[in-house]
């Protein structure tokens, strides 16, 4: 090789074949090094609003059906995907209609945003209301059928996770979750139960973790994800953390509201999906009068299990 054309460092070597493979399985073969293997540039995970998809899903005129907070080409996902792990989607069954659902997932989180209904899955049905929140077992088609007013829905998935390991669901029955419903009234209780206790300063805010009698000892609802209601009294600041895991919320009420995300504020909309990118420090603050509320998923749960969830208390750049 001419020394015009030599590398200066290995950094600078493209992959390297087998020299003289014998077999197809010899040739599919690549070589990498420590200067050229661990410098990918992937698009970082942006701290995104969705406001415009809840807006279509509570349009009287939108037919039944999903809509996804889709973000893949931006991440170079080749998946639909609203983090590299997760999938936040809506969905609006019209009066009286029914929408199917059957995803390539190890289970469904599903937050009641308007109207009620029922859902049929894995030989159990369930009639949900509004404020209700339940999860679904991955593998297991499931029927949602609305009553007699428009229903929306808050759907999450584990989808990007599994399409990025080419994987399949869980096989009926087989799935680490089953079906289980958590009321609206039982959340506010559980809620206020945590209120009348209180938390020391270091405790990162008043948030209400759901599991379920199979995840107990995990203290997930799913393997790799974790789900929870975090609350904000009038006038609090929630203290500025970060961690590894990405936080996929839905805005349930919150007059005033905004976070800051790496010193940039990002002001809250009842109802959008709102995205806060892995290690990124971040605080939420309420300027109104009234609690708020909002939903999260968090890919924590494999973070944990990897004994790398990273958190701690931090203060924003500048």
Same mark, same amino acid.
Request: hydrophobic fraction near 40%; charge should be negative.
């Given at each position: ?33 420590t ?14 609003i969705? +406001?415009? =998809?809840?807006a279509? #899903?509570?349009d $009287? ?11 893949? *080409? %931006? ?9 590299p792990?997760?999938?936040?989607q ?72 599994? +399409?990025? =390991?080419?994987?399949? #669901?869980?096989? $009926? ?8 419903h958590?009321?609206? *009234? %039982?959340?506010?209780?559980?809620i ?22 199979r995840?107990e ?59 806060t ?7 939420h ?12 998923v ?13 958190f701690?208390?931090a203060?924003?750049?500048?």
């Amino acid at each position: 090789m001419p020394d015009e054309m030599r590398p200066r460092s290995i950094a600078e070597m493209p992959a390297q074949l087998p020299s003289a493979p014998t077999s197809r399985a010899e040739a599919r073969a690549r070589f990498f090094n420590t200067g050229n293997a661990f410098n990918m540039q992937l698009p970082p995970v942006s701290d995104r609003i969705f +406001a415009a =998809e809840p807006a279509k #899903a509570l349009d $009287p005129a939108t037919p039944t059906g999903l809509i996804p907070c889709d973000i893949s *080409a %931006e991440l170079a996902c080749a998946f639909p995907a609203t983090t590299p792990l997760v999938l936040a989607q809506y969905a609006r069954v019209r009066a009286g209609e029914r929408l199917a659902t059957d995803f390539v997932a190890s289970g469904v989180i599903v937050y009641v945003i308007k109207g009620s209904g029922t859902t049929h899955c894995g030989g159990e049905d369930i009639a949900w209301g509004a404020g209700d929140l339940f999860i679904l077992p991955g593998g297991e088609p499931a029927t949602h059928v609305a009553g007699d007013a428009d229903a929306v829905l808050w759907v999450v998935t584990n989808e990007p996770q599994l +399409a990025f =390991e080419n994987l399949r #669901a869980p096989a $009926p029955r087989q799935a680490p979750t089953e079906l289980v419903h958590y009321r609206a *009234a %039982e959340i506010a209780r559980q809620i206020e139960q945590i209120y009348e206790v209180g938390r020391t300063e270091q405790i990162a805010g008043s948030a209400l973790i759901f599991s379920a009698e199979r995840q107990e000892t995990t203290r997930d609802i799913l393997p790799t994800l974790t789900v929870a209601m975090n609350s904000l009294p009038g006038g609090v600041v929630q203290r500025p953390h970060r961690h590894n895991s990405v936080a996929v919320s839905l805005i349930i009420k919150g007059d005033r509201c905004f976070s800051v995300i790496d010193g940039k504020r990002k002001d809250w909309a009842q109802w959008a999906t709102t995205i806060t990118p892995p290690v990124s420090v971040h605080s939420h603050h309420n300027g109104g009068n009234e609690q708020v509320l909002f939903l999260i998923v968090q890919d924590g749960g494999i973070y944990y299990h990897a004994r790398a969830m990273g958190f701690e208390f931090a203060e924003h750049p500048g």
